[in-house]
Nanobody, 120 residues
Framework: QVQLVESGGGSVQAGDSLTLSCAASGRTFSTYTMGWFRQAPGKEREFVGGIRWSGDRPYYADSAKGRFTISRDNAKNTVYLQMNSLKPEDTAVYYC?????????????WGQGTQVTVSS
């Protein structure tokens, strides 16, 4: 069982940066692939990016490439989402998720989400 708690959300201006954190419980965190998702009001949840247990070669949705960076610290059981050059369309609730099978499309565990609001 893995429990995930996101933090770091808030209200910022367009062009600002923000870093989200996701703290995980459980001794097997280092073996999980972690993902970040977001859901804007009235829209479906969308994938932002992910990172495998090794931490190398994180991968991103097109909307995040070049502006967002995902990293993880397995010693701290934490995964991060650094967001630069934020735009109003980045406004959403951001969720982190974990899956034990990196090949699976489905994530096994989800956090409660943290709100990010970007004003123009």
């Amino acid at each position: 069982q893995v429990q995930l708690v996101e933090s770091g959300g808030g209200s910022v201006q367009a062009g600002d940066s923000l870093t989200l954190s996701c703290a995980a419980s459980g001794r097997t965190f280092s073996t999980y692939t972690m993902g970040w998702f977001r859901q804007a009001p009235g829209k479906e949840r969308e994938f932002v990016g992910g990172i495998r247990w090794s931490g190398d070669r994180p991968y991103y949705a097109d909307s995040a490439k070049g502006r967002f960076t995902i990293s993880r610290d397995n010693a701290k059981n934490t995964v991060y989402l650094q967001m630069n050059s934020l735009k109003p369309e980045d406004t959403a609730v951001y969720y982190c998720a974990a899956k034990s099978d990196s090949r699976s499309l489905a994530y096994d565990y989800w956090g409660q989400g943290t709100q990010v609001t970007v004003s123009s």
